[in-house]
């Protein structure tokens, strides 16, 4: 009797812990997907954007979470949104609504479903719950290191395996170079060169594997080249959503150029000439200059020194835009003893940018150049009338 009593035991314990292992592994009625949404005709949006999907069969559920929001409501939010003091939050909502948010704005979203276990589900699905709890939900955004994406990179990596080894830049490729593209694909020229002048050296770094995947398409691409040994991260890929137009591609890539250099030249043309009212026009055209680019410094200082912003740090084009040209600007009309000195030295800071243009540890956008030429056209002009 003893012996049955104790079999009984046994076999009972055993269904009971096969149930729990059952109840374990078997995690057929969720699914999780990463989704890549395509790039935007607005700024904000150039540059796509990422999202995990979570299908729950068993509740009828569909979720859609994202790392990209923020609150317009928030008090001073022009202020911190240009600092960089802004909390972005994780939100979720309905795939059906975030589906009609992009057809909208005719972007296209695509699928990959995720081919994981059942602890890399839950474990998943628990950071992302514990990340919509009070203040967890916040974060400082950076553009380059902590972001929409690089926030689904990093619970990827950490909670589903996901490894990142094959390159998917060129080798010495930078955070400017990547963001090129995309502004370069959309044609938004005029956006780049006012991105090129705010952004620092530090844009200019060479790029690790790893923080190559700071955009939405390279980790579609990472995810889709990625092994989750033994077996293939991704089970199945789709087109979730495809009512994007075609974009029309142009040639104004170098309009800055041509525009600020043709006024560049025609000035530089002017300010040889002996014609008194060409001559007035020259120093009005030259404290312009001055003040324009010594209100571009004043900016540029503010963006390194008052904001959040890494990437603004060591901002070389402080070498063409002095804060201190916008005194000159207003000097320029009553010629004080000074001002003959500060030209010999916007002379020689032009002369060694142009000279080492190439050779800067930060890419300076090729539109700028004229803008330096002819600063030192002017300096040089001024030291040689006042001899």
């Known amino acids: 009797m003893k012996k049955l009593v104790v079999f009984i035991i046994v076999i009972f314990s055993f269904l009971i812990s096969n149930t729990k292992l059952f109840a374990q592994t078997d995690s057929s009625h969720i699914r999780i997907s990463l989704l890549t949404c395509s790039p935007g005709a607005d700024l904000y949006a150039v540059f796509g954007h990422t999202a995990l999907r979570i299908t729950d069969s068993t509740n009828h559920s569909d979720i ?8 317009f409501e928030e008090p001073n939010f022009y202020l911190k949104f240009t600092t960089g003091k802004l909390d972005y939050a994780l939100a ?14 005719k972007r296209n979203i695509y699928e990959q479903e995720l081919n994981l ?10 950071f992302l719950q514990q990340n919509l709890i009070g203040n967890n939900k916040y974060y400082k955004y950076d553009f380059f290191y902590d972001n929409c994406t690089t926030r689904i990179r990093d619970i990827l990596t950490k909670q589903a395996g996901l490894t990142i080894t094959k390159p998917l830049v060129p080798a010495q490729t930078t955070f400017r170079n990547m963001i090129h593209i995309y502004l370069d694909s959309m044609n ?6 006012g991105i090129d002048i705010l952004l620092g050296s530090p844009t200019d770094k060479k790029l690790t594997i790893y923080e190559s995947v700071f955009l939405p398409d390279y980790l579609l691409k ?17 087109v979730l959503l495809n009512v994007a137009e075609p974009i029309t591609e142009t040639s104004n890539q170098h309009y800055p150029f041509y525009l600020i250099g043709g ?11 002996k014609n008194k009212i ?34 603004c740090a060591a901002n070389y084009n402080l070498l063409w835009a002095l804060p201190t040209n916008i005194i000159a600007a207003f000097a320029l009309f009553k010629k004080p003893n000074w001002l003959i000195k500060y030209f010999y030295v916007v002379a020689f800071i032009s002369a060694i940018t142009i000279v080492t243009w190439s050779m800067l540890p930060q890419q300076l956008n090729i539109a700028l150049l004229p803008i330096v030429i002819l600063l030192l056209n002017m300096s040089a002009r001024m030291i040689h009338n006042s001899k």
């Open 188 to 193: 938004m020229c005029w956006s780049k060169l």
């Open 222 to 238: 990472a995810v889709d080249s990625s092994t989750n040994t033994p077996t293939i991260l991704i089970s199945n890929k789709k």
């Open 64 to 71: 859609v979470y994202n790392y990209g929001t923020f609150n």
């Open 278 to 311: 060409l001559k007035k026009i020259t120093i009005i055209s030259n404290s312009i200059l001055l003040y324009i680019t010594g209100l571009l410094g004043l900016v540029i200082l503010f963006m390194m020194f008052c904001t959040d912003h890494k990437a």
């Open 117 to 126: 276990t059942a602890i890399q589900k839950q474990n998943i699905i628990s």
């Open 92 to 105: 979720y909502d309905g795939l059906p609504q975030f589906l009609y948010n992009y057809t909208l704005e």
């Open 263 to 273: 006024i560049s030249l025609i000035l530089l043309l002017i300010s040889f000439s």
